[in-house]
């Protein structure tokens, strides 16, 4: 298995998962809605060793649905899947409206040479992230951490907990480009694709810890699967 080199010895490995959701989200399930009712502990276990007993963390941020409507809806129906998850944390971020000024690929002379360009900037799930990583390494709360993000803002933090705390980490690339500054630091590097998305969908339908059923988004079925 994946983390059998890290086991030092112990019968079981206590493993934590921090889970970079926006990053997650724009390098791997963007463009795959079929992949998006994607079930974490599932998605954990795929890159770790049978005997290992996984905390997760995921961080993110809820969405405005100022440009889809439907999306708070999505992501709500997403995020209590995950809470009948047991061992799974949830912490939020801001996403931030903001405006950017951008020059155009083909300006008008003497007119027009920039346009501002309404966007969002997600806040605080990178700083959740890291502060965890560090501070849970520093109390020895896990012997092996994994980050699912290829955000090269972590880089520092995890090169901390690796040399200075001596806590293998592990870097789950959310796409098949690791950056290299990353890869420098990790103890191991592990890459998702769509098989890996495919095999850890949850069920169709999800029972909540109230009984409540909870159900696939539509708009996450391929076409040719709609019910």
Not at 40 to 49: D, H, K, P, Q, V
Not at 187 to 214: I, T
Request: hydrophobic share 45%; with cysteine.
């Amino acid at each position: 298995m994946l983390l059998a080199a890290f086991a030092f010895g112990a019968e079981v490995l206590r493993t934590f998962a921090y889970i970079d959701g926006f990053n997650l989200y724009n390098r791997a399930l963007i463009k795959t809605p079929q992949f998006k009712w994607l079930g974490l502990r599932l998605f954990c276990a795929s890159f770790l060793a049978d005997n290992d007993r996984c905390e997760i963390k995921y961080y993110t941020a809820r969405v405005s649905g100022r440009r889809d409507p439907g999306q708070p809806g999505r992501q709500n129906a997403h995020l209590r899947a995950l809470r009948t998850i047991d061992g799974l944390s949830v912490f939020f971020g801001n996403f931030l409206p903001k405006q950017i000024r951008r020059p155009l690929v083909s300006p008008i002379p003497g007119l027009l040479r920039y346009v501002d360009v309404p966007t969002t900037e997600e806040k605080g799930s990178d700083a959740n992230l890291a502060s965890h990583l560090v501070w849970d390494g520093a109390r020895n709360a896990y012997d092996v951490a994994v980050v699912v993000s290829k955000d090269t803002d972590l880089v520092e933090l995890i090169r901390i907990v690796v040399q200075a705390i001596k806590k293998p980490v592990g870097v789950i690339c959310p796409d098949g480009a690791c950056p290299k500054s990353l890869r420098a630091v990790a103890s191991f590097v592990r890459h998702v694709d769509h098989s890996a998305l495919a095999a850890c969908q949850f069920p169709r339908v999800v029972r909540a810890k109230n009984g409540r059923e909870l159900h696939r988004p539509r708009e996450w079925f391929l076409p040719a699967t709609r019910p």
